[in-house]
């Protein structure tokens, strides 16, 4: 059986999205919830259409409202964090 991915970010397969509706996941947020697709990277514009057209295609309901999407996630050094703050003065480090 060859692997068919739905969603390229999160690496959600078509049996990861039939197992999500046959455990009763109906809507296109929940099983979003239950895969993860759409999740990742390009926040669903490469798979949201597919799998939505998948779920309804499986007895799901029709996508009436986009998924909830997320603000991108991308991971910051602490040193670049830490850059921003400008160095204390010496007396505000004493204890009080």
Do not use: N, W
Not at 17 to 30: C, F, K, Q, T
Not at 36 to 58: D, E, H, I, S
Not at 74 to 90: G, S
């Amino acid at each position: 059986m060859s692997k068919i991915i739905v969603c390229r970010c999160e690496d959600v397969t078509l049996h990861e999205l039939d197992e999500a509706i046959a455990a009763g996941h109906r809507d296109l947020e929940s099983v979003k919830r239950f895969t993860g697709f759409g999740t990742g990277y390009c926040q669903g514009k490469q798979c949201v259409a597919l799998c939505a057209r998948m779920l309804a295609t499986r007895g799901g309901e029709a996508a009436a409202m986009p998924i909830t999407p997320r603000p991108p996630f991308h991971p910051i050094a602490v040193h670049k964090l830490a850059a921003l703050v400008e160095d204390e003065d010496e007396d505000d480090r004493r204890p009080r």
